[in-house]
T-cell receptor, first 107, second 112 residues
């Protein structure tokens, strides 16, 4: 079983929409989780950390549900510039990525 | 912020040759670095953990004799793809742990 699993999408949403991504993780001992953004042919860039208490940064909200072993990322008021692949990271020693979810925001 | 560099950024080589990729932490020391590989439209897959002064730890399914890792200093890890074949063509990304995990810009390898 993979350390971290993620719906690959794609998600095609109109500008202004709210979109949510989830990742599930298999190792209940995992402590740290992160969301990354990856643009085409580039390295992943850290978007935000995920805390049990929830973490909000502008239009982005990340949450961790330890009981159900999943993390989520919510993007409100989607912009065209949000189009990218979003990857969750966690697992043993926080080294494993999910498959990534491709988001396309449509004008 | 902390920066991790990789060289070369892209390389094209003939099948059967070996290719060395360098990963450097530019403003911090990294006792541990990580090598990932990403095929088109797939996620980053951890290949190995590079440990300064000791042998690398490889993930299941990654051939240690094919992907040679050397971490001779606190700022440099190298990945050598030996006897490269077209199926080794991929995007190779290294990362190093400073305050958090910092990623290099990646090396795009094309084996003809």
């Amino acid at each position: 079983r993979k350390e971290v699993e993620q719906d690959p999408g794609p998600f095609n949403v109109p500008e202004g929409a709210t979109v949510a991504f989830n990742c599930t993780y298999s190792n209940s001992a995992s402590q740290s989780f992160f969301w990354y953004r990856q643009d085409c042919r580039k390295e992943p860039k850290l978007l935000m950390s995920v805390y049990s208490s929830g973490n909000e940064d502008g239009r982005f909200t990340a949450q961790l549900n330890r009981a159900s072993q999943y993390i989520s990322l919510l993007i409100r008021d989607s912009k065209l510039s949000d189009s990218a692949t979003y990857l969750c990271k966690g697992g043993a020693n926080n080294l494993f990525f999910g498959t990534g979810t491709r988001l396309t925001v449509i004008p | 912020g902390a920066v991790v560099s990789q060289h070369p950024s892209r390389v094209i080589c003939k099948s059967g040759t070996s290719v060395k990729i360098e990963c450097r932490s530019l403003d911090f020391q990294a006792t541990t670095m990580f090598w990932y590989r990403q095929f088109p439209k797939q996620s980053l897959m951890l290949m190995a953990t590079s440990n300064e002064g000791s042998k690398a730890t490889y993930e299941q399914g990654v051939e240690k004799d094919k992907f040679l890792i050397n971490h001779a200093s606190l700022t440099l890890s190298t990945l050598t793809v030996t006897s490269a074949h077209p199926e080794d063509s991929s995007f190779y990304i290294c990362s190093a742990h400073g305050e958090t995990q910092y990623f290099g810009p990646g090396t795009r390898l094309l084996v003809l």
